[in-house]
């Protein structure tokens, strides 16, 4: 089994800055990839963000959010961050974190997912 807790959410105006906190224990990571999606009121929940947990860290991003948020690991602390710049209303969504044994940094279907945080953009 594996836990995720995030952290970091919070209201923002556009253009503004957060960054979020995937905190995850249980278990060995060794062979997952770790991911963000996003769900907006009335949308599908939709993937942001994936990294693999092992060698150089292999990144996608979904379209939307390319050049605006990074994603990144710390090994050591069992955590992975979402940096989010230049943020718009359209990012307002609860944000999740997922974790799946797969090497498909896309997370075709993850296994374990966090309970999720608010992030509100402002206009």
């Known amino acids: 089994q594996v836990q995720l807790e995030e952290s970091g959410g919070g209201l923002v105006q556009a253009g503004g800055s957060l960054r979020l906190s995937c905190a995850a224990s249980g278990r060995t990571l060794s062979n997952y990839a770790m991911g963000w999606f996003r769900h907006a009121p009335g949308t599908e929940r939709k993937f942001v963000a994936g990294?693999?947990?092992?060698?150089?860290?292999?990144?996608y991003y979904a379209d939307s959010v390319k050049g605006r948020f990074t994603i990144s690991r710390d090994n050591a602390q069992n955590t992975v961050y979402l940096q989010m710049n230049d943020l718009k209303p359209e990012d307002t969504a609860v944000y999740f974190c997922?974790?799946?044994?797969?090497?498909?940094?896309?997370?075709?279907?993850?296994?374990?997912w966090g309970q999720g945080t608010q992030v509100t953009v402002s206009s």
């Open positions: 990294i693999s947990w092992r060698g150089y860290g292999v990144t």
């Open positions: 997922a974790a799946e044994a797969t090497w498909n940094v896309q997370l075709p279907d993850p296994q374990y």
